[in-house]
């Protein structure tokens, strides 16, 4: 069966920090890969996409990154943080190569507070 | 731009009786429709999916209904048990997108009252 592993979950930053978070999922090859935020009484926020390694697509235009350097590892990164960065980022993968119409399985998220 | 829409923040319901959970979308292209289940500090766990070329579909205690012309979605849990208290988000892809690529909405709070 496919698991998705996520940390650390939960994460306290001062402002101007680095950040990076790691996502990796067992169990399946190539599957596409998300990054998500959702922000306090908000829904979820596709910040990144990825459809293999190397290949990432960008949502929201923001100081934040994703790179995706082995097929089942998706890491999100930022040089500087931003009080506007809290909240709780969520990876999520779905079967590769299948077509659209496959769910998005979640991991349980890292909350983020930015002090 | 909000396509997908879930206009109740929040609905309680009596244990043993029907949860009706609704999500609107603006998106005539949207194609496949999921539901999720969120627990706090957790990640969503999909719940149920449904195809625009159906009406219903139905999984157990879970039924979730398309109504195309109006745009509209529909949970309905029978019977509602406490352990059923959760964030509910309603989701939805279009087809002309990659990457397999879904649309939330903001999730509605479902309180099941003992």
Same mark, same amino acid.
């Given at each position: 069966s496919q698991t998705i592993h996520q940390w650390p979950a939960t994460l306290? +930053?001062?402002v101007g920090s680095p950040l990076s978070l790691e996502c990796t999922v067992e169990g399946t090859s190539n599957p596409n890969l998300y990054w998500y935020r959702q922000a306090a009484g908000r829904g979820l926020q596709l910040l990144f996409y990825s459809v293999g390694i190397? +290949?990432?697509?960008?949502?929201v235009p923001q100081n934040l990154s994703a790179s995706r350097p082995q097929d089942r590892q998706f890491i999100l990164s930022s040089k500087k943080l931003?009080?506007?960065?809290s909240g709780f980022y969520l990876c999520a993968w779905s079967r590769g190569g299948a077509g659209a119409n496959q769910p998005q399985h979640f991991g349980d998220g890292t909350r983020l507070s930015i002090l | 731009?909000?396509?997908?829409?879930?206009?109740?923040?929040?609905l309680s319901v009596q244990e043993g009786r029907i949860s009706i959970l609704n999500c609107d979308y603006t998106n005539s292209m949207f194609d496949y429709f999921l539901w999720y289940k969120k627990y706090p500090a957790e990640g969503p766990t999909f719940l149920i999916s449904i195809s625009s070329i159906k009406d219903k579909n139905e999984d157990g205690r879970f039924t979730v209904f398309l109504n195309k012309s109006a745009k509209h979605l529909s949970l309905?849990?029978?019977?509602?048990?406490?352990?059923?208290?959760a964030v509910y988000f309603c989701a939805a892809s279009d087809p002309r997108g990659t990457g397999n690529q879904f649309y939330f909405g903001t999730g509605t709070s479902l309180t099941v009252i003992p």
């Open positions: 306290v +930053q001062p190397g +290949q990432i697509s960008s949502e931003l009080l506007s960065d | 731009d909000q396509q997908v829409k879930q206009n109740s923040p929040s309905h849990i029978v019977p509602s048990q406490p352990g059923d208290s």
